[in-house]
């Protein structure tokens, strides 16, 4: 309870006694760069090869032919745009943004830098926390629509090239029964998990204590609480909205 308390004192330090927005303007782009651009190399090849093992995976399992084929794109869409896309890519998104965040945070308290701020009258949380959150809550949902993107096809690429299904099959079981709040959920996930990530491993890096060992335990303990606090709001939001 003392590190919840601890956290949400931070949250709110974040957000008052702000600098003007046009400070923020290019180090929010900078953060943009970092977070999102950076991150597109391991979300491509995670979500590519994710829709794929789905579609292989699901083949095998489906020995009924009572059961059409054009399930299996059912069955990779609503995986993919439930789960897969926003969940998955939270915590490889976690592990490499999150660990990122930390440990830059974490070296800056370590060398008094933020210490430095704090003394010239700068609110340290909100000049270096802000525009991450920000760049987070905007390039994240970005990356989700790519994954899920990907996924879908890599789903497209792998059973047409192995021949578990034709071209059309897969293209109807996308199209059947879809429903359009499935997007809408996945992005409302991909905003929780990115604020989720950015702020938790602010947190970690923020506080941290001690030399250069200590960083290296900030940014396991940002990525371990990080992807802990994915899974129980991915319950949670599943829950309120489609439970």
């Known amino acids: 309870m003392r590190a919840i308390g601890k ?27 970092l977070i999102g651009i950076d991150s597109l190399t391991i979300v491509v090849i995670t979500s590519t090869f994710i829709g794929a093992v789905s579609a292989v995976q699901t ?16 069955v990779v869409r609503d995986m993919t745009l439930l789960e897969l ?12 943004v999150g660990s990122n965040i930390a440990g830059q945070l974490g070296t800056m308290r ?6 430095a701020m704090e003394v010239m009258g700068i609110n340290s949380a909100s000049y270096l926390v802000m525009p991450k959150i920000a760049a987070a809550v905007f390039m994240y949902p970005l990356l989700v629509i790519l994954a899920g993107f990907l ?7 792998a059973g047409t090239f192995l021949e578990l299904y034709t071209p059309d099959e897969y ?11 499935s997007i809408t959920f996945a992005l409302i996930k991909s905003f929780t998990f990115a604020f989720l990530v950015a702020t938790i491993s602010a947190y970690k890096g ?3 204590e001690g030399g250069a060992l200590e960083v290296g335990v900030a940014s396991t303990q940002a990525v371990t609480n990080s ?12 829950q309120l909205f489609l439970g």
Do not use: H, W
Request: charged share 15%; glycine share 6%.
């Open 7 to 33: 956290y949400i004192i931070f949250l709110a330090k974040i957000f008052t006694n702000r600098e003007n927005f046009k400070v923020y303007r290019q180090l929010f782009i900078d953060e943009c760069m």
């Open 59 to 74: 083949t095998y399992n489906l020995v009924s032919p009572l059961i059409p084929k054009y399930i299996i794109g059912t």
């Open 85 to 96: 896309a926003p969940t998955i890519t939270a915590i490889v998104f976690a592990g490499k």
């Open 110 to 115: 370590i060398t008094e830098q933020i210490d």
């Open 151 to 157: 996924s879908i096809f890599g789903g497209y690429i």
């Open 171 to 181: 293209i109807q079981g996308i199209r059947e029964g879809f429903k359009a709040f």
């Open 206 to 208: 923020f506080y941290t």
């Open 227 to 238: 992807c802990i606090a994915i899974l129980i709001s991915d319950y949670l939001l599943a």
